[in-house]
C-alpha cells in the first residue's frame, strides 16, 4: 500500500510563492494534480522515478518546478508567481505504471493523497 501525505498549502497573495511537499516512498512516476471547484481534475505537473523526466501543463510551464529527493521520500512541487487561476485542492499521486518514463494520463494514478488547499488571492 503506497501512503501519500501532501503539505504546504495556504494562502498567498498573487505573485507569492508556495512549496509543496508529498511523503511518497518507492519507484514510482509521480504527479501533482490539482481540482478547482466546478472544474476536473488536471495534471500540472509530472516527473519520472530519478527525476531526470518532467512534464507540465501550459498553465503552469515557466512558474511551477517538480522535483524530487529520493533519499527523503519527497516530491516537492515550487510554485511561483501564482495566480488567482491557481487557487485549488492539489493532490499528489503515483502512478501504478512500471516505467521509466513520465506518466501523462491521469488513469494511470493508482495512488492518491488526501490533498492541501492552495488559495492566491488577488
Known amino acids: 500500500q503506497v501512503q501519500l501525505v501532501e503539505s504546504g498549502g495556504g494562502l498567498v497573495q498573487a505573485g507569492g510563492s508556495l512549496r509543496l511537499r508529498c511523503a511518497a516512498s518507492g519507484p514510482y512516476a509521480m504527479g501533482w494534480f490539482r481540482q478547482a471547484p466546478g472544474k476536473e481534475r488536471e495534471l500540472v505537473a509530472a516527473?519520472?522515478?530519478?527525476?531526470?523526466?518532467?512534464y507540465y501543463s501550459d498553465s503552469v510551464k515557466g512558474r511551477f518546478t517538480i522535483s524530487r529527493d529520493n533519499a527523503k521520500n519527497t516530491v516537492y512541487l515550487q510554485m511561483n508567481n501564482l495566480k488567482p487561476d491557481d487557487t485549488a485542492v492539489y493532490y499528489c499521486?503515483?502512478?501504478?505504471?512500471?516505467?521509466?518514463?513520465?506518466?501523462?494520463?491521469?488513469?494511470?494514478?493508482?495512488?492518491w493523497g488526501q490533498g492541501t488547499q492552495v488559495t492566491v488571492s488577488s
Open positions: 499521486a503515483a502512478s501504478s505504471v512500471m516505467t521509466s518514463q513520465v506518466v501523462t494520463t491521469t488513469r494511470d494514478y493508482a495512488y
Open positions: 516527473l519520472n522515478w530519478s527525476g531526470g523526466l518532467t
